[in-house]
């Protein structure tokens, strides 16, 4: 299988692929395509262009970043989403398959309204607003995307969860017939993160279900993912087929694989280094390889909306 075994404590440490070696082997699958040498894979589904479905009725956030988007095609062929390989360039390539309709949603625990929510059944009451913002990946590589989605407050307060509701827990599907990745304990599978209530309702948390105003493609997440801006990549999980409301902080897995290099709170900051690198400087994606490294915001530049979240609270101890 392409699936390249790895420890979970070195898991990450190979990530910063070099950008040319990146495009070459973005080249190399291109022409293996155009040659034939990989069956059914045209160059045009390798590189991601867009080929998804338009979706309706999607308004313009005033919460956008003015900052330009990353290129489509960057945002849909270097990506992490380890239940379709561990390298960036794998998830466009096997997830390109993967079916998402039907798909369901188990929402239980501390609420009033559980139950097992068809996508649509979700979705489909909330109105559809494009944000713009920057997204900020722990092995140091930046972008900036516009999502489509619904702020995350909006079906939490349809959802209305007791008092007791303290955090938020998402599931990603657990299907290793049709996730290849999970076949191996590369993390302990289903993929789980979780939010404190507050977080969870801040008015930037949002459920994703597409980019570029077109349905979430496969490898980003389809066809729902949580987006978190303020904080490292890893939080904003894909593939959601279940939100819990519960009193205690739940696991996360990048916790549960290595918790002295990944917190529960995994907010974007550059006073703090990671054990093994630093985090106060990332490289935008789309630049070229050589281009210099940009200083990296606290909040990855969300401060003022996300600061007080955290009052006194020691940052460094509640990575
Ligand atoms: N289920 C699941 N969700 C996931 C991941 C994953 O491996 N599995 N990777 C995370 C990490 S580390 C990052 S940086 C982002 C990447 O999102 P993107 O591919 O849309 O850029 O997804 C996050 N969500
Ligand atoms: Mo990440």
Request: aromatic share 12%; net charge positive.
């Amino acid at each position: 299988m392409f699936i390249v075994q790895k420890k979970p404590s070195d898991a990450k440490s190979s990530e910063i692929t070099p950008k040319s070696v990146f495009m070459n082997r973005r080249r190399f699958i291109q022409s293996a395509a155009i040659a034939g040498l990989i069956p059914g894979i045209l160059p045009k589904d390798a590189l991601g262009a867009g080929k998804g479905r338009k979706l309706d009725g999607i308004i313009k956030s005033s919460h956008s970043t003015n900052q330009k988007p990353t290129a489509y095609d960057l945002i849909t062929s270097y990506n992490n989403f380890y239940e379709f390989g561990t390298s960036k360039d794998m998830p466009a390539l096997m997830a390109r398959d993967f079916k998402t309709k039907p798909w369901t949603v188990s929402v239980k625990g501390e609420v009033n309204k559980p139950g097992l929510y068809d996508f649509d059944g979700l979705i489909k009451p909330h109105q559809l607003e494009e944000r713009i913002y920057r997204f900020r990946c722990v092995e140091a590589w930046s972008m900036v995307v516009p999502w489509v989605g619904i702020p995350l407050s909006n079906i939490i307060k349809r959802l209305d969860p007791t008092s007791k509701a303290k955090y938020v827990a998402f599931e990603t599907l657990n299907d290793p017939m049709r996730m290849p990745g999970q076949r191996r304990p590369i993390l302990q599978w289903p993929y789980v993160e979780g939010l404190r209530m507050d977080e969870a309702m801040n008015s930037l948390t949002l459920m994703a279900v597409g980019l570029y105003g077109e349905e979430l493609p496969n490898q980003n997440g389809a066809p729902i993912r949580l987006i978190v801006p303020w904080k490292y990549g890893f939080k904003s999980i894909k593939s959601i087929v279940s939100i819990s409301f519960v009193e205690k902080m739940p696991p996360t897995s990048w916790n549960l694989s290595a918790a002295q290099e990944y917190g529960f709170y995994a907010n974007v900051n550059p006073e703090v280094s990671h054990p093994r690198w630093s985090q106060a400087k990332e490289r935008k994606l789309g630049g070229s390889y050589f281009s210099p490294k940009v200083k990296t915001l606290k909040f990855n530049g969300y401060e003022e909306e996300v600061a007080s979240l955290y009052d006194g609270m020691d940052l460094k101890k509640f990575y």
